[in-house]
């Protein structure tokens, strides 16, 4: 009779191991799932950025498939001196992404404005 409680006990600590194992890995995969389509929407807004070397508003705001979005232009200071003669102007964009989770990320990118396009 102490065996088979030995035994049935020995069984349910693994079966709880084995359980706690599983949810571990469940949450992991939802928060990987839940970057991926973080990501996804900053790739997807970072890309219509028109290309062109046309003028944008200075904010622009949204949101895509449950996901607000915040897109700032301000010039850029990268530090270096301007090319007088140069036909482009460098701006910085700034792009910040709320997933409906609550989880934010941004990004920055460097953006040429046509100078004609002033």
Known sequence: MIEAVVALALVT???AAIGSLVAT???GAHKLEQHVALMETVRL???SIPRGGERLPDDLAGEISGHR???QISP???GGSAVAQSRFIPQLVELRVQ????AITSFETVRLLN???R
Do not use: D, T
């Open 45 to 47: 807004i970072a890309s």
């Open 76 to 78: 850029f200071a990268g």
């Open 99 to 102: 997933s409906p989770s609550g």
């Open 25 to 27: 890995n469940v949450r």
């Open 115 to 117: 100078r004609s396009q």
């Open 13 to 15: 600590a693994v079966l």
């Open 69 to 71: 979005w915040q897109m």
